[in-house]
């Protein structure tokens, strides 16, 4: 499915209107409820950022589905036909905390296959995306990543608790590694990787809204993103998620697989 560019355009221009209110209002106070523990935080900007780009798709879109973080798009989506996958605020804990490092991540697919990714570097005014068939972009330039030769002379993004629990081999893949960072916010870690400055991100458990933006500008730039077994990502379920430079993902891979242990090869 090729991407209308009218529909490209118009994603563009709700992800900066969303992103200048973001801005606008990073000092306001905010209401903060948490949704499972401490850790996992919702503002009512997420709500009102998720509101807004719903909103806009529905008026202009009205037969395509959405999924998003926040609960306000279909109840049981599907991957027939379009499908617009949001996540209002990547990094919300780093919002409330840090008022930076955080980003908006939008992907839309067509009967389950990539068209078009986009996140949106909220506190650089960053955008990138990936329309596949076309190639990847920042701010509308095309994106010249930075070449990653092998996993030994790069660096990796990673769950802190996957190295602190080994899970999928982390500590050697951490090993035959330069070093790790970590933003805390899954689209920016994926944005080190799609720019080349590490060459892989690995997380064990990511929904659909955190890893679909992500998976659409790999599509493009002819990356990878799999699950820690090398198996095709559901756009419907959460799930473990290797996004790698195509140089190291078979190595990667090995590494992970070269444990027999269930506890590092479940993708539940």
């Known amino acids: 499915m090729t991407m209308d560019k009218q529909m490209h355009q ?28 401490a850790h996992d935080l919702v503002t009512e900007m997420d709500c009102r950022i998720e509101d807004y780009l719903i909103q806009q798709i529905r008026h202009y879109y009205p037969n395509h589905q959405i999924l998003s973080e926040e609960g306000q798009g279909d109840v049981f989506p599907n991957t027939e036909g379009y499908l617009w996958i949001i996540d209002p605020i990547d990094g919300t804990l780093n919002y409330v905390k840090e008022k930076n490092h955080f980003a908006i991540l939008l992907g839309i697919y067509y009967n389950g296959k990539p068209v078009a990714g986009y996140i949106v570097d909220v506190m ?34 990673g ?20 070093g790790m960072r970590h933003y805390g916010a899954a689209g920016l870690d994926m944005i080190s990787v799609i720019r080349g400055e590490a060459a892989l991100y690995l997380s064990p458990r990511l929904q659909p809204w955190d890893f679909a933006a992500g998976l659409a500008i790999f599509t493009a730039m002819n990356y990878k993103m799999t699950t820690p077994t090398g198996q095709p990502l ?4 959460r799930q473990a998620v290797l996004a790698c430079h195509p140089a190291v993902h078979s190595q990667v891979l090995d590494i992970i697989q070269s444990t027999d242990s269930e506890a590092n090869n479940n993708d539940n």
């Open 10 to 37: 118009r994603a563009i221009d709700w992800l900066n209107q969303a992103a200048d209110l973001l801005r606008a209002t990073l000092d306001s106070p905010l209401q903060v409820k948490q949704k499972q523990n």
């Open 124 to 157: 650089n005014e960053q955008l990138y995306y990936g329309i596949v068939g076309d190639g990847v972009y920042l701010n509308h330039q095309p994106l010249l990543p930075i070449q990653i030769a092998s996993l030994e002379t790069s660096l990796i993004h």
């Open 159 to 178: 769950n802190v608790h996957l190295f602190i629990h080994n899970r999928y081999q982390a500590r050697e893949i951490l090993n035959h590694s330069l």
């Open 234 to 237: 559901d756009l419907l379920k």
